[in-house]
């Protein structure tokens, strides 16, 4: 983390907002364990070992091209902060955000 | 009788000789609830009406002769495991009125094995803690010192099981969020081996880590639960296809011959010395039964921490993303367009750890960090597991204490993430590699608090796991947190 | 836009696309919910495919195997163990935060499609093929106040196919989105329905002086679904880029989109770092491992695909080169001809009336193959019926008219209105001696050299018994009666 610009860019990549006061902490935070784990993994001799992705050595799980039950509209939706027309509402969106 | 100070095959027993009814062991544990919830905060919601209609008709299905292996056990969910109807808040504003409409594997198993769900589990915000200091309802006490942490993330399922509040519960352990707390407040914590118990309707913090175990007053409880949740299932891609033993059958009381690993790298520095003292003395007793203690060697513990902390927080950064107050939970009250709401919804409505967690996450596979960073820390986690694969060669269980310390008081760490993070150093290597592993308690430090024996097994070897734990058990007497508190 | 023209200039376009096609499978990449298209809103939904807290994701097997089929039918090697990795972004349709997607192994690699322009072969590299699951629907509510989610298209399978920066004009694109749609309705894997958003398809592209091997800035023109609209993109965007290029200015590396209303491709609003997507393997799956045993199950399977049939078409129907080659390049069309082939002799006829009256009633009414309302077996009795000569090739032409609008039996037409050809002599002549009587002036033409007129006699003739005489009857008998009235 060089710096609060990058910071910013962060905290939007992860679409959030933060107080000044956080965004203090955040910054300080981030350096100082990124900073602390370079350190701690530079030790380490990673140059002939394959990264282990999961500790499952399971493969092939599929499901057939069955279809099954959905959700009732109802249900779906029971929980949404605001629906119109059985949808799930947001504020009107221009373009990208 | 205290009914509520029963294990789970005491008061089985108890029901099915109709000693008691299940309607007036339910009310026991709802006025324990109701006398200490308000001190210790282990609950975020007490389902009183529906469990009292559930005693009901589980005692009808019993006196017509049905055969449920849980029935009428009164027991509680940590709070990240979905509950048709049941409000599931996860700890967190985010999730403050969130009630599901589809129910996660393990509550469904659970109720189909006739538990009596009392109500959901407090615990540190969508899991990113390990003091249960970080819930949006608020920090959770330990019950043996009620200024001292239960431990976390499942500091309320410790906690209520400690407290007599539930007759067992259900959590999920990452890097040691049912053991830690387990041994923080002197009960027994189980994660199984993952694949074992299906992740569906675990609302997911680090998924590759995370495994659903329960905590209990018994290790004969625990082997009872773990029969009732475990097993494949088609809806979690990565859970175990083969079958499982009962594990009940295990508990003989026999561990003549088994060989014991003691990692040396976990006797050194950091450790508390009356916690050390403990783990010597459980070693003479397992000699005293018959095994045998080897040394042991992890070169790599020193990284475990740092790969998990890396891999969890990347995890965990990709499963938050879909908390954007669209289709459920909070949703921030301003905002002029889209992108505003995404931003504020998860700006108040996730609390400061979580905020942590998701920008450590993002770092660390952005563009400039994903090699050295990410990509190393899945090459440490190889290697820690190669430590641990090797040990097994040699030996068919590790032991070692729970945490290198006792209960730490409230506030003492919340400044220090990585601190706070070295209390995982014995548990997290267990979550790297998969491993099955159980905290079982181990008498006490100086201060009187509870500490906690590990015992680490290999892959689907739960059985030999719960063998040993129940034989240590059997063999030594240790206070139980009623005969202290209540 | 005015200005000037790529093909006349110093400058040429590199192209690269980005195809995804919604795969005809029954359920979604990773639940049980159906992907059919126009469902009421949020109805094909479930906690997987709307990201409730919890809920997990199990691969569709069919899916993978129509991603395979579509490797093997471009020439892909097929990736033996692949991942699925998470693609990270914020959209409100993208209900996960991330896309499951495939980045680092997806399932087919190195592959290539040939195809013709301008009668020269080229072959179009593809880079890869993966599966990724399909976001949501924005509507657009008519308060203005809203942005409305479906998750109906939430978790649809999708295969997102990569080129080599390979095509060169708007042409080549053409011919390769054609090619590329045929085979995936061969295959079967996608129905590619552009107007239901089955095939959309993204553009990478800029521009260079002619010659020139470094590749200039490129702009991704995103969501395209028609071909039409993809063609008049490339061409507007080489010109801007050239134009740019021309000015002195140099390109801006962007995302732009297509306004196919207004005709122009303008840039879309960016954040700094929004495409860094922080793909990493999504931890709830597992491994795709693909063995011998299930590749060639899947080779196995795989149909007959247009380059072979029209080799077939030539040599087992004698159809020309050409006529095989469109008849060929709809699946469904050359299904249809090949039911109505087997049905009669004449090939050749069902050929043309497919690239004739068919085809013209098809665009006239924006309707799909599959719709022809003419049954294969009813062209081949009506192609029979002509070359027997039961009826005139002219009468053919309305018969099948009738056909279109009522699938008819064209035999039952031409007995109910009586069209068959008349092949009585007799008869002919009658309507003959009428015609050369009612036409005073043009025998007497005739009689003084103008032959030509003879054509206008028969065209009487013809109208007067409906067009069903026999023209061969009334060519000769028409000659006929005209010696015989000269030497009276």
């Given at each position: ?97 | ?26 009310s026991a544990y709802l006025d324990q609830i109701e006398n200490l919830n308000k001190t210790i905060g282990a609950y975020i919601t007490v389902c009183r009406e529906d469990c009292e209609k559930r005693a009901e008709d589980i005692q009808n ?50 109720r189909n094995s006739g538990a009596v769900l009392l109500g959901k589990l407090n615990m540190d915000e969508f899991s990113a ?358 | ?488």
């Amino acid at each position: 983390m060089k710096n609060h610009e990058e910071l910013k860019q962060l905290t939007n990549m992860a679409a959030l907002s933060l107080s000044d006061i956080e965004a203090e902490k955040l910054f300080n935070d981030i350096r100082n364990i990124s900073q602390y784990l370079a350190e701690k993994l530079s030790g380490l001799d990673t140059r002939n070992t394959e990264p282990m992705v999961h500790v499952s050595d399971i493969t092939n799980v599929f499901r057939d091209d069955n279809e099954s039950d959905p959700l009732k509209r109802e249900e779906l939706l029971s929980n949404a902060p605001e629906t119109v027309n059985g949808c799930f509402a947001v504020p009107k969106i221009i373009e990208e955000i | 009788m205290e009914l509520t100070r029963l294990t789970v095959s005491e008061t089985l027993k108890k029901i099915k000789g109709k000693e008691i009814g299940i309607a007036e062991l339910v009310s026991a544990y709802l006025d324990q609830i109701e006398n200490l919830n308000k001190t210790i905060g282990a609950y975020i919601t007490v389902c009183r009406e529906d469990c009292e209609k559930r005693a009901e008709d589980i005692q009808n299905k019993l006196d017509t002769g049905e055969n449920l292996p849980l029935a009428g056990i009164p027991a509680a969910l940590a709070d990240n495991i979905v509950t048709r109807g049941v409000l599931t808040t996860c700890a967190s504003k985010m999730l403050h009125n969130f009630i599901p409409p589809y129910d996660s594997t393990v509550s469904e198993k659970l109720r189909n094995s006739g538990a009596v769900l009392l109500g959901k589990l407090n615990m540190d915000e969508f899991s990113a803690g390990n003091s249960n200091e970080n819930s949006y309802y608020g920090p959770v006490k330990n019950p043996w010192d009620f200024e001292r942490v239960p431990g976390g993330s499942n500091g309320g399922a410790a906690a209520a099981v400690a407290a007599n509040m539930a007759c067992f519960a259900v959590g999920s352990d990452a890097c040691g969020s049912l053991r830690q707390p387990a041994s923080f407040c002197g009960v027994v914590g189980l994660k199984p081996t993952y694949g074992l118990v299906s992740r569906y309707g675990l609302i997911a913090f680090a998924s590759s880590f995370e495994q659903i175990g329960p905590i209990t007053r018994s290790v004969e409880d625990a082997a009872v639960v773990l029969n009732a949740i475990a097993g494949h299932d088609p809806k979690d891609s990565v859970s175990a296809k083969s079958r499982h033993p009962d594990y009940t059958v295990f508990l003989n009381n026999d561990i003549k011959g088994i060989r014991m690993g003691l990692p040396k790298e976990y006797i050194g520095t950091g450790i508390q010395a009356d916690v050390r003292q403990r783990l010597f003395e459980a070693l003479k007793v397992f000699e005293s039964m018959g095994a045998v203690v080897e040394e042991v060697s992890f070169p790599m513990t020193e990284y475990a921490v740092s790969a998990y902390y890396i891999l969890s927080s990347v995890e965990a950064a990709s499963n938050l993303g879909r908390y954007d107050g669209i289709r459920y939970g909070y949703r921030a009250e301003h905002y002029p367009d889209a992108g505003d709401l995404y931003k504020k919804t998860r700006s108040e409505g996730f609390g400061f750890g979580v905020k942590r967690t998701i920008m450590l996450g993002t770092y660390f596979t952005g563009r400039d960090c994903y090699d050295s960073f990410y990509k190393k820390a899945l090459k440490a986690r190889r290697l820690v597991t190669e430590d641990f694969e090797k040990a097994f060669d040699k030996v068919d269980i590790i032991v070692c204490p729970t945490v290198p310390v006792t209960a730490f008081r409230a506030g003492e760490k919340a400044d220090d993430p990585i601190g706070m993070h070295m209390s995982y150093v014995y548990t997290v290597a267990a979550n790297i590699a998969g491993f099955c592993a159980i905290s079982v308690p181990n008498g006490t430090d100086s201060k009187g608090l509870p500490t906690g024996l590990q015992l680490i097994g290999k892959p689907f070897d739960e059985g030999t796991l719960l063998k040993a734990a129940h034989a240590f058990e059997k063999n030594t007497r240790f206070d139980k947190p009623f005969d202290v508190i209540c | 836009m005015k200005g000037l023209n790529i093909r006349q200039t110093e400058y040429e376009a590199v192209i690269g696309l980005e195809v995804h096609a919604g795969l005809a499978v029954n359920t979604k990449m990773y639940c049980g919910c159906k992907t059919e298209f126009g469902a009421e809103p949020n109805t094909q939904c479930c906690p997987v495919c709307t990201g409730m807290p919890g809920a997990l994701p199990v691969l569709n097997r069919k899916a993978v195997e129509y991603a395979i089929k579509a490797g093997l039918a471009t020439n892909c090697s097929i990736i033996r163990y692949s991942r699925q990795d998470r693609k990270h972004y914020f959209y409100p349709d993208l209900p996960k935060g991330y896309q499951a997607s495939q980045h680092n192994l997806p399932l087919c690699t190195g592959g290539f499609l040939e195809i013709e322009v301008n009668m020269s072969a080229k072959k179009v590299g593809i880079r890869g093929i993966h599966i990724e699951e399909d976001a949501g629907k924005l509507i657009h509510d008519e308060s203005g106040k809203y942005s409305l989610v479906d998750y109906n298209r939430s978790g649809v399978p999708l295969i997102e196919i990569v080129t080599a920066p390979d095509l060169g004009s708007s042409e080549e694109v053409r011919a390769f989105i054609l090619k590329l749609k045929t085979i995936l309705e061969y295959t079967g894997v996608c129905d590619c329905k552009m107007q239901e958003g089955s095939l959309r398809v993204d553009i990478n592209l800029s521009v260079r002086r002619r010659g020139e091997s470094t590749f200039g800035n490129r702009t991704e023109i995103k969501n395209l679904n028609s071909v039409r609209a993809i063609v008049r993109a490339v061409e507007y965007e080489a010109k801007r880029q050239a134009e740019e290029l021309e000015k002195g200015r140099s390109v801006r590396q962007e995302t732009r989109r297509w306004d196919d209303a207004r005709g122009v491709s303008y840039p879309m609003r960016e954040k700094k770092g929004a495409d860094d997507y922080r793909f990493f393997p999504d931890p709830d799956l597992c491994p795709i491992v693909i063995d011998d045993a299930w590749l060639n199950e899947i080779k196995s399977s795989l149909p007959e695909l247009p380059d072979e049939k029209k080799k077939r078409f030539v040599l087992e129907y004698k159809l020309p080169a050409y006529d095989a080659d469109f008849i060929t390049g709809s699946k469904q069309l050359s299904d249809y001809f090949e039911e109505a082939a087997k049905r009669c002799r004449n090939h050749r006829a069902v050929c043309n009336w497919l690239m004739g009256d068919i085809s013209k009633k098809l665009n006239e009414s924006n309707i799909e193959v599959s719709d022809i309302p003419v049954s294969p077996e009813n062209l081949a009795k009506l192609v029979e019926l002509t070359d027997s000569g039961i009826i005139s090739w002219k009468i053919a032409k309305q018969v099948f008219v009738v056909m279109w609008d009522t699938n008819r039996d064209p035999a039952e037409i031409i007995e109910e209105k009586g069209l068959r050809v008349i092949n009585d002599t007799e008869e002919i002549r009658k309507v003959i001696i009428q015609v050369l009587e009612e036409n005073p002036k043009a025998v007497e033409d005739i009689r003084n050299g103008k032959e030509k007129t003879i054509g206008f006699l028969i065209g009487q003739v013809m109208r007067k018994t409906g067009g069903k005489a026999s023209p061969g009857i009334v060519n000769r008998l028409i000659f006929e009666e005209l010696e015989r009235l000269f030497h009276e």
